[in-house]
C-alpha cells in the first residue's frame, strides 16, 4: 500500500525541518515545497534541499516569483534587518522582517499541489510562542485559511467527499523554540544542515566562502536562546559571535 | 487629496475588465494585478495590458510563477480544454479548465500588495451564476478569504485598526454574462480590447499572425451567449466559428 501524501512547507529552518521529519515520522510520503521569493537570505533554499535530502522526501520543489515586486519588508531586501532586539523588543509589535502575506501564498501553493495530489494534508512549522509577532503564524489565521483550502477546492463541492477534508497540520504551533529543538534532535533532525538567520554573511571557511549566520537578527537570538535552554550546542557557525 | 488606491484582479477577460471599470468609476486609484502563471492562452496578459492602458489605471503589475510544476488543469496543458459542451453539462461538476486553488493564489498576491500599500480594498471578477463550476468563484469562498485576510495582516493584531477591514469585493457574482457585457458597455469598456478564450488559435489575419478565440470552449460559448441575450455583437474575431 503507497503511503499517504502531504505536502510540507520546508524553508530550511529547524522549524520546517522538523515538521518535515514528524510528517515523515507518522508515515506521510512528504511532498517539500520552497520558495524562491525574493527573500535576500536564499541560502535557505540550499540548507532546505539538504533536509529534503537527508530526510528522503519523495520530491522537493521550489516555486519562483518575485515578492520584491510589491516591496515592503526586511526580507526582501527594502528594510534594514533589525539586530540585537530583546526578548521585549521582539514581543511588541510586527517587526521589519514580516513579509506581507507570505504564509497565505505559501499555504495557497501547497493547496494547489495538495489538490493536484489528491492529497488531504498541508504541514507547516508556524510557531506562535516563539513567533516574532508575525500575523500569519497564528492559530485563529490557520483556522480560518483551512476553511478557504476547504471552500476553494474540488472537496468543497463534490458530493461523497466530507471524509476528505483539507487539513492545515501545525505540530508546533504550542511549542518554545527549546521544545522545537529537543523534540527534532528525537526525531533525527540534523540541526547542522539548517539555517534560520534573516541576514546572513559570506566569509571565506576553509575550501571556499560560506554563508555563516549574523548571530544578532531575531531568528539568530531566537535560535541561540532556544539552544541554551535546550541545554544542546547549536552546530552551526556564526559569523558575528 | 489623493484618491484611495485598490487592488484589482486583471486577467484580460471581459469580466475582470468589467470590475477595473467599476473600482476606476468608484473614484479608487487602481492598481492592476495580472500573472503569468503557465496558462496556455498567455494572450491574456495582452488584452491585461491592452484594457490596463485604455481605462488608465495607476499601475500594472504581471507576476509569474509557474503552476504548471503541480498539473492536473486544461489551462495549463495537461489536459484537453473541452469543447462544444452544453449548459447542461457545463453545470455539472468541475470541469477540467480548472486550476487548482488558483484563486486563493491570486487573492494571496492582491492581499500582499494591498498590505504594502495600506490598502483596504481588492476587486475581483468572480461570478456565481455563468460560472463553469469552478469552486473559487463561490460567495462563501470569497467570504472565508476575507477573513483570512484580516487575520494574515497588520490588520488583524495592531490596535486602533477596526475601521481598516480588508474587503474582498465581487461586483458581478450574481450578474449574468448578459448583465456584466451591459454594465460594461454602459462603463465604457471596449470588449474589443478582452479575450476570454481558453484554447486560442493563431492564424495569420492581414498585418500579421494574430490570436483569434476558438469560439468553442466553455469560455467563450458563455460570452457568446452572454452577447446574444444582451442584444449586442461580441467586436472580437473567432477562428472557428
Not at 521529519?21 to 508515515?27: D, L, P, V
Not at 520584491?68 to 531586501?77: C, E, N, V
Not at 493536484?116 to 494534508?121: E, G, H, N, S
Not at 461523497?160 to 533525527?188: N, Y
Amino acid at each position: 500500500m503507497t503511503a499517504r501524501p502531504a505536502v510540507v512547507l520546508l524553508s530550511g529552518g529547524l522549524d520546517s525541518a522538523t515538521v518535515l521529519a514528524i510528517a515523515a515520522g507518522q508515515g506521510y510520503r512528504v511532498h517539500a515545497l520552497s520558495f524562491r521569493y525574493g527573500q535576500r537570505h536564499v541560502h535557505e533554499l540550499e540548507a532546505a534541499a539538504r533536509v529534503a535530502q537527508r530526510l528522503g522526501v519523495h520530491r522537493h520543489v521550489v516555486v519562483d516569483f518575485d515578492l520584491r515586486t510589491f516591496g515592503g519588508s526586511a526580507l526582501t531586501g527594502e528594510l534594514p534587518v533589525p539586530k540585537d532586539r530583546s526578548a521585549g523588543e521582539m514581543s511588541h509589535g510586527i517587526p521589519a522582517t514580516y513579509v506581507p502575506a507570505r504564509n497565505t501564498i505559501f499555504l495557497s501553493f501547497a493547496l494547489a499541489w495538495a489538490e493536484t495530489l489528491q492529497c488531504d494534508d498541508i504541514f507547516i512549522g508556524v510557531n506562535a510562542l516563539d513567533y516574532s509577532g508575525y500575523p500569519d503564524c497564528r492559530p485563529e489565521f490557520i483556522a480560518a485559511f483551512e476553511e478557504v483550502a476547504n471552500l476553494a477546492t474540488r472537496a468543497g463541492v463534490e458530493p461523497g467527499t466530507d471524509d476528505s477534508r483539507i487539513r492545515v497540520h501545525t505540530p508546533l504551533i504550542m511549542l518554545t523554540k527549546a521544545e522545537i529543538i529537543t523534540r527534532g534532535r528525537a526525531l533525527g533532525v540534523d540541526h547542522a544542515l539548517t539555517t534560520s538567520c534573516y541576514d546572513p554573511i559570506l566569509r571565506p571557511v576553509g575550501d571556499g566562502p560560506r554563508w555563516l549566520a549574523c548571530g544578532h537578527c531575531d531568528s539568530c537570538l531566537l535560535r541561540l536562546k532556544g539552544f541554551a535552554e535546550a541545554g544542546l550546542t547549536d552546530p552551526i557557525a556564526y559569523a558575528g559571535r
